[in-house]
């Protein structure tokens, strides 16, 4: 079961070995791409090579994402540039 994607009724699984997670092994997600789970550090460096075309492509996308993302139009009102509140006093003699 080298299988990176698991199906939605499976638990989770290590992507090199195929262990599940229990009470003694706890998986570690891939830093990168957040998809691939390990049980080692053994296992992940095992598996690197089938996983790192699809890791970087994730990688990217998940990079994009994040350089992308607007921020929620809830700042109304504050400094479009610190975006800290704006005053309430708009006095431009004060």
Do not use: W
Not at 10 to 25: H, L
Not at 77 to 93: A, R
């Amino acid at each position: 079961m080298n299988s990176e994607t698991e199906g939605v009724d499976e638990e989770p699984r290590c992507a090199s070995c195929g262990i599940t997670q229990g009470d003694d092994v706890k998986l570690m997600k891939c830093t990168a791409c957040k998809l691939a789970q390990y049980c080692s550090v053994a296992c992940q460096k095992e598996h690197r090579p089938k996983h790192k075309r699809e890791c970087k492509r994730r990688a990217a996308e998940l990079r994009e994402e994040l350089l992308f993302k607007q921020p929620e139009s809830t700042h109304i009102g504050d400094c479009p540039i610190c975006l800290l509140p704006l005053s309430n006093n708009h006095d431009k003699n004060t």
